[in-house]
Nanobody
């Protein structure tokens, strides 16, 4: 069984920083893209940042220049460094793997349980 487990959320003041971590567990052979999505109250889930196994990134315009995504392939981990946080960044942040392989079986769109980030003074 494959699981994505996030950590690192919490309460931070505007202008502060947080680092989210996500670890994929299971006998994983490979993962295509890993990324972070977020969902604020009353809004649809949106892509924040995504990274391929080769390190190519896709960052949402709303966080470009403030958030950085990185990945350690050997450990099946992905990170989101969030700087200069704003109240509008408040949301539940979800880790995602768009395609991963375990013992010859393909899994699409695997999600973590989410971690809450609250930006408030």
């Amino acid at each position: 069984q494959v699981q994505l487990v996030e950590s690192g959320g919490g309460l931070v003041q505007p202008g502060g920083s947080l680092r989210l971590s996500c670890a994929a567990s299971g006998s994983i052979t490979s993962i295509n893209r890993m990324g972070w999505y977020r969902q604020a109250p009353g809004k649809q889930r949106e892509l924040v940042a995504q990274i391929t196994g080769g390190g190519i990134t896709n960052i949402a315009d709303s966080v470009k220049g403030r958030f950085t995504i990185s990945r350690v392939n050997a450990a099946n981990k992905v990170y989101l460094q969030m700087n200069s946080l704003k109240p509008e960044d408040t949301a539940v942040y979800y880790c995602n793997a768009d395609e991963l392989w375990v013992a010859g079986r393909r899994y699409l769109e695997t999600w973590g349980q989410g971690t809450l980030v609250t930006v408030s003074s």
